[in-house]
């Protein structure tokens, strides 16, 4: 089937029309920025000052927007959040893992450390997509890992220690697409760890991992062991050269650069409340008017755990949804397909905090629009 030829008017078009869920939109003024630092930063070496103090204001700027309590460390290493798991596989996970599983995303730890050799089987509780289980206290493992958003599915979770959790047990909690935009507290949490093409409005191939000092010490006590761990994904060789503001090989400096300016842009603008209500606003924006409408209606049923970061949006089955992102695209609104192994009839919409709540209204007219044009 052929996509039809619909033209959205220019007074309903977004003034950004970027809704990927990652990567995901880059500010304009952080593009800007770069280019004007280029000349001092880019091909230059991130063993010399220059790098390292960007690499420091990544560090502080993550701290203050969480409000990291003293003798936390916020640990950076190549690879995203996916090669965070093989670390947290090898530098992290104790004996045995407790995961949440609630789609895509927050299955794949579970599936590494199933694989490793050296831990026993993982515990794992999962639920049905579009919603999220609940974690109760295991005394058999000394890992808990959650997912804050998970992003295939437009499902968010408050973040608590389970009730009944001892000392020893750690909370490893996948932020990516939460990050910066989901409210959540350190006393709940040991490790926060993400990627910053998301809410950081940056590029990927980065981890960036806020760490307890429970979490520092199990990275250290592990490391002293006799298990063998890959140097590039070791937490302990990771943790020692954050700590001197440097990556263990070379990190994509333009990432760093963009990264510190959202950083700097959101701590500078009210911090993390702000950029959680900015999230809010246009997720208060988007759900309402699928609820209102008559073709279109949230996928996530409890209102409690729909994300505000992460929209998913059902349409009624007249409406083909993939037809309507095509559509969308062609208009130059980009990236609002569902996320493809879901199998759903639904849009997928970013709601991070450097989309513009406005252009998230302008596109639900934009989508009335083109859904009265092609019905
Ligand atoms: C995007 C995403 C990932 C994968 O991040 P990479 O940096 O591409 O490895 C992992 N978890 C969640 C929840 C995500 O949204």
Same mark, same amino acid.
């Given at each position: 089937m052929s996509t039809p030829t619909v033209t959205i008017p220019s007074s309903l078009l977004p003034a950004d029309g970027r809704f990927g869920c990652g990567p995901s939109k880059v500010r304009p003024e952080a593009v800007a920025a770069l280019a004007a630092a280029?000349? +001092? !930063? !880019?091909?230059?070496?991130?063993?010399?000052?220059t790098v390292r103090n960007l690499v420091g204001r990544l560090r502080s700027g993550v701290s203050e927007l969480f409000g990291l309590p003293e003798g936390w460390e916020v640990v950076l290493g190549n690879g995203g959040s996916t090669v965070f798991w093989d670390a947290a596989t090898f530098g992290l996970i104790e004996r045995r893992s407790l995961h949440l599983s609630f789609g895509e995303f927050s299955s794949k730890f579970a599936q590494a450390a199933a694989a490793a050799?050296? !831990? +026993?089987d993982p515990a794992v509780i999962s639920a049905p997509t579009g919603t999220h289980p609940t974690v109760t206290a295991d005394p058999t493992v000394d890992l808990y890992a959650l997912t804050h958003n998970e992003t295939s599915t437009g499902v968010a979770m408050t973040l608590q220690r389970p009730a009944g959790a001892t000392a020893g047990q750690l909370v490893a909690v996948d932020a990516t697409s939460a990050a910066g935009g989901l409210r959540w507290s350190p006393?709940?949490? +040991?490790v926060y760890y993400f990627a910053p093409q998301k809410c950081l409005a940056s590029d990927g191939g980065l981890f960036i991992a806020c760490c307890s000092p429970a979490a520092v010490q199990r990275i250290e006590r592990i490391a002293a062991s006799d298990r063998w761990i890959p140097a590039s994904i070791d937490l302990k060789i990771a943790l020692d050269n954050s700590k001197l503001d440097q990556t263990n090989n070379t990190p994509a400096l333009a990432t760093v650069f963009l990264a510190v300016h959202q950083l700097d842009w959101m701590n500078a603008n009210g911090g993390l409340e702000w950029a959680a209500s900015r999230c809010d606003r246009s997720a208060d924006t988007i759900y309402r008017w699928a609820e209102a409408s008559d073709y279109a209606s949230p996928y996530v049923a409890d209102p409690a755990q729909r994300s505000h970061v992460v929209a998913t949006i059902d349409l009624d089955e007249r409406i083909d949804a993939t037809t309507v992102s095509k559509v969308l695209r062609a208009n130059g609104v980009v990236d609002t397909e569902s996320y493809r192994k879901l199998g759903r009839n639904q849009l997928r919409i970013a709601l991070f905090p450097a989309i513009d709540p406005e252009d998230v209204a302008a596109l639900c007219a934009c989508v009335d629009h083109v859904v009265g044009a092609i019905a």
């Amino acid at each position: 089937m052929s996509t039809p030829t619909v033209t959205i008017p220019s007074s309903l078009l977004p003034a950004d029309g970027r809704f990927g869920c990652g990567p995901s939109k880059v500010r304009p003024e952080a593009v800007a920025a770069l280019a004007a630092a280029a000349p +001092d !930063l !880019l091909g230059t070496s991130h063993r010399q000052p220059t790098v390292r103090n960007l690499v420091g204001r990544l560090r502080s700027g993550v701290s203050e927007l969480f409000g990291l309590p003293e003798g936390w460390e916020v640990v950076l290493g190549n690879g995203g959040s996916t090669v965070f798991w093989d670390a947290a596989t090898f530098g992290l996970i104790e004996r045995r893992s407790l995961h949440l599983s609630f789609g895509e995303f927050s299955s794949k730890f579970a599936q590494a450390a199933a694989a490793a050799p050296f !831990l +026993d089987d993982p515990a794992v509780i999962s639920a049905p997509t579009g919603t999220h289980p609940t974690v109760t206290a295991d005394p058999t493992v000394d890992l808990y890992a959650l997912t804050h958003n998970e992003t295939s599915t437009g499902v968010a979770m408050t973040l608590q220690r389970p009730a009944g959790a001892t000392a020893g047990q750690l909370v490893a909690v996948d932020a990516t697409s939460a990050a910066g935009g989901l409210r959540w507290s350190p006393a709940e949490v +040991d490790v926060y760890y993400f990627a910053p093409q998301k809410c950081l409005a940056s590029d990927g191939g980065l981890f960036i991992a806020c760490c307890s000092p429970a979490a520092v010490q199990r990275i250290e006590r592990i490391a002293a062991s006799d298990r063998w761990i890959p140097a590039s994904i070791d937490l302990k060789i990771a943790l020692d050269n954050s700590k001197l503001d440097q990556t263990n090989n070379t990190p994509a400096l333009a990432t760093v650069f963009l990264a510190v300016h959202q950083l700097d842009w959101m701590n500078a603008n009210g911090g993390l409340e702000w950029a959680a209500s900015r999230c809010d606003r246009s997720a208060d924006t988007i759900y309402r008017w699928a609820e209102a409408s008559d073709y279109a209606s949230p996928y996530v049923a409890d209102p409690a755990q729909r994300s505000h970061v992460v929209a998913t949006i059902d349409l009624d089955e007249r409406i083909d949804a993939t037809t309507v992102s095509k559509v969308l695209r062609a208009n130059g609104v980009v990236d609002t397909e569902s996320y493809r192994k879901l199998g759903r009839n639904q849009l997928r919409i970013a709601l991070f905090p450097a989309i513009d709540p406005e252009d998230v209204a302008a596109l639900c007219a934009c989508v009335d629009h083109v859904v009265g044009a092609i019905a």
